[in-house]
C-alpha cells in the first residue's frame, strides 16, 4: 500500500510560479511511475504530467508543456511539479498519482493507469 501526500500549493498571481511536492511512503517508490493530475470545479480530472519510474521519462499535456516540469527524487520518495507561467486557467485542486501500470508509455495519461492517489492541493492563480 503507497501513500501519497502533496504539498506546496497555494495562491499565486498569473505569470507565478509554485512548486507542488508529493511524499510517498510504503512500497518501492523507484518501482511506480508517478503522474500529476488536477481537477478544476465542475470539470474532470485531467492529464498533466507523468514519469516514469527512473525519471528518464516524461510527459505532459499540452496545455502545460513548456511551462511545467515534472522531476522526482526516488531517494527521497517525492516527485515535484515546477509551475512556471501560471495562468489563470490553471487553478484546480492538483493531485499526485502512482502507477503500476507495465505499459505506462501508452497509458500515462489515462486516470486508471494510477492505482494510488494522494487528496490534493488547491492551486488558485489570480488575474
Known amino acids: 500500500q503507497v501513500q501519497l501526500m502533496e504539498s506546496g500549493g497555494g495562491l499565486v498571481q498569473a505569470g507565478g510560479s509554485l512548486r507542488l511536492s508529493c511524499a510517498a511512503s510504503?512500497?518501492?517508490?523507484?518501482?511506480?511511475?508517478m503522474g500529476w493530475f488536477r481537477q478544476a470545479p465542475g470539470k474532470e480530472r485531467e492529464f498533466v504530467g507523468g514519469?516514469?519510474?527512473?525519471?528518464?521519462?516524461?510527459y505532459y499535456s499540452d496545455s502545460v508543456r513548456g511551462r511545467f516540469t515534472i522531476s522526482r527524487v526516488n531517494a527521497d520518495n517525492t516527485v515535484y511539479l515546477q509551475m512556471n507561467s501560471l495562468k489563470v486557467e490553471d487553478t484546480a485542486v492538483y493531485y499526485c498519482g502512482a502507477s503500476t501500470a507495465v505499459y505506462y508509455y501508452r497509458r500515462h495519461y489515462a486516470r486508471t493507469a494510477y492505482d494510488y492517489w494522494g487528496q490534493g492541493t488547491q492551486v488558485t492563480v489570480s488575474s
Open positions: 510504503g512500497g518501492t517508490f523507484s518501482t511506480y511511475a
Open positions: 514519469i516514469s519510474g527512473t525519471g528518464i521519462n516524461t
